[in-house]
């Protein structure tokens, strides 16, 4: 599609290849967008369009790339170069580009890229026929279950923790413990290891799977916060992590690691030693992806 495309402060057009695979938009679904309209070439409350991408740029800590003024210029400009009348346009600012890490550094350069389409606005017809609507749950995004990109809040909650000076971000929903930024949580009480059960509200890790088939007595149900001070043991998994013990959880008592925990990590290992494929020998060497 030959549209006007402005990127990162220059005009091109929509065929132009612009996008890294590094860009966190990409990646993390880590940006911000908007859409507004424009007829006759006129744009449509673009003031409040200007101010609700700002809000929502400064809600995530993405820097704008335009103040309002140079936000109206870029948009008239873009609407001046666009060879069609009325449609509308689509903006969206990411993060920018770099590794890929959950925790993002504080002064990345935001990727910005906005452009026109023809658009089928509803005609007097359709406004007067109206349209029908199909209910279902809004599952908003409460699948966690699925290792989607949509990685904004697990973003966002990890730089949290490591503003608090957190290795990892544990979530808690309405005093239920689910699991970690990007790993699973476990504690263990009087030999038994504990784990939330698989359901949406958690990713089916795979080291998780691998732990709870290893452990000797394993229950999986919800963990209320409360049961965290009496945790014997407590402990996370995942890919890169394994199953590393956690040595505090906020303010709460230091602890040290538990024999159950030092157990499935032996376990663990032996598993992984086992299960390596010839191929394997020869793969490049690992890079902290989570
Ligand atoms: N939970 C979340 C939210 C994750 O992102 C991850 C890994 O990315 C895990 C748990 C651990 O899964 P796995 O053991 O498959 O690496």
Redesign the pocket.
């Known amino acids: 599609m030959n549209d006007v495309l402005w990127f990162n402060g220059r005009f091109t057009t929509t065929d132009e290849r612009v996008l890294r695979v590094e860009d966190r938009g990409f990646l993390f679904g880590d940006a911000v967008y908007e859409v507004f309209k424009f007829i006759d070439k006129h744009p449509i409350f673009l003031r409040d369009h200007s101010l609700r991408l700002s809000n929502g740029l400064k809600s995530i800590e993405i820097r704008n790339p335009w103040d309002e003024q140079t936000f109206i210029a870029t948009m008239t400009q873009l609407l001046e170069r666009t060879a069609f009348d009325a449609g509308i346009v689509y903006i969206e600012v990411s993060r920018g580009e770099g590794e890929r890490a959950h925790v993002f550094p504080d002064d990345m350069t935001p990727t910005g890229v906005a452009f026109s389409r023809r658009f089928n606005f509803p005609d007097a017809a359709k406004h007067e026929r109206g349209i029908r609507l199909i209910s279902t749950d809004d599952l908003r995004w409460k699948h966690?279950d699925v290792k989607s990109v949509n990685l904004l809040a697990?973003a966002l909650a990890k730089k949290h923790a490591q503003r608090k000076g957190g290795d990892e971000v544990l979530l808690i929903d309405c005093n239920i413990v689910r699991?970690?930024?990007?790993?699973?949580f476990f504690i263990v009480k009087s030999g038994v290891v504990i784990t939330h059960p698989l359901d949406c509200h958690?990713?089916p890790?795979?080291?998780?799977d691998r732990v709870i088939a290893l452990a000797d007595r394993v229950e999986e149900r919800l963990i209320d916060v409360r049961e965290l001070d009496d945790a014997d043991e407590i402990f996370i998994?995942?890919?890169t992590l394994g199953v590393m013990p956690v040595n505090q959880i906020d303010d709460r008592a230091k602890r040290t690691r538990g024999p159950i925990t030092a157990e499935l990590q032996q376990r663990l290992k032996e598993a992984e030693v086992e299960r390596r494929t010839p191929s394997s020998a020869h793969a490049a060497k690992p890079r902290d992806i989570?």
């Open positions: 966690c697990n699991e970690c930024g990007s790993s699973s958690i990713l890790g795979v080291t998780r998994t995942s890919t989570r």
